[in-house]
C-alpha cells in the first residue's frame, strides 16, 4: 500500500536525518489521520493519492503566497515540500491527452460553444479524477470550445 511505503520512507528520511523530506512525510502521514479519522475508516491507496494532490496544491499556493508577501525564505521550504509530494503523485496526464479526452466530452455532450463548458466538465472530470489538474482541463475545454 501507498501509506506503508511513505511511512517507511519517513523512517527511512528519520534515520539519514533529512529534515525537509521528513516534515513533508509527517505532514503527509497527518493529514492521513486526519482523512481516516473523519472518515472512519482505514484510508485506500487512491484516498492517499487524492491527500497527496491536495496537499500539493496547499503547497502551491503557500508558495505563491509567500512569493506576493516577499518570503522567498518560507517559499523555498514549501517548494522542497512540494518536491518530496510530487514522487508519490499519481502520474499527470499530458496536454494532449487532456485534449483527446475533452474532444470525447465535447462530441459525447454536443456542447458547441463556451456556455456549455459546465455540461463538458461534469462528464471530463470523473474520469481524469487525480490526473489532471482542474484548471489546465478547464482552460483547455474553453479553448476547444471558442474554436
Known amino acids: 500500500m501507498l501509506k506503508d511505503r511513505i511511512r517507511e520512507d519517513m523512517k527511512d528520511a528519520m534515520k539519514k536525518r533529512e529534515g525537509n523530506r521528513l516534515r513533508a512525510l509527517r505532514l503527509?502521514?497527518?493529514?492521513?489521520?486526519?482523512?481516516?479519522?473523519?472518515?472512519?475508516?482505514?484510508?485506500?491507496?487512491?484516498?492517499?493519492?487524492?491527500?497527496?494532490?491536495?496537499?500539493?496544491?496547499?503547497r502551491r499556493e503557500a508558495i505563491e503566497a509567500y512569493e506576493k508577501a516577499g518570503r522567498d525564505?518560507?517559499?523555498?521550504?514549501?517548494?522542497?515540500?512540494?518536491?518530496?509530494?510530487?514522487?508519490?503523485?499519481?502520474?499527470?496526464?499530458?496536454?494532449?491527452?487532456?485534449r483527446a479526452e475533452a474532444l470525447k466530452a465535447i462530441g459525447e455532450t454536443g456542447a458547441s460553444s463556451p456556455r456549455d463548458v459546465g455540461?463538458?466538465?461534469?462528464?471530463?472530470?470523473?474520469?481524469?479524477?487525480?490526473?489532471?489538474?482542474?484548471?489546465?482541463?478547464?482552460?483547455?475545454?474553453?479553448?476547444?470550445?471558442?474554436?
Not at 32 to 46: H, I, M, P, S, W
Not at 119 to 125: A, C, E, Q, T, Y
Open 28 to 58: 503527509l502521514m497527518s493529514a492521513v489521520k486526519n482523512f481516516e479519522v473523519a472518515e472512519g475508516r482505514e484510508a485506500t491507496d487512491e484516498d492517499v493519492q487524492s491527500i497527496i494532490l491536495k496537499e500539493m496544491k496547499k
Open 73 to 98: 525564505d518560507l517559499a523555498q521550504q514549501e517548494r522542497e515540500e512540494l518536491e518530496v509530494l510530487s514522487a508519490y503523485a499519481p502520474k499527470m496526464m499530458s496536454e494532449d491527452e487532456i
Open 119 to 147: 455540461k463538458v466538465m461534469r462528464l471530463l472530470m470523473p474520469r481524469i479524477k487525480g490526473r489532471a489538474d482542474g484548471k489546465v482541463v478547464n482552460r483547455i475545454v474553453l479553448e476547444l470550445l471558442k474554436d
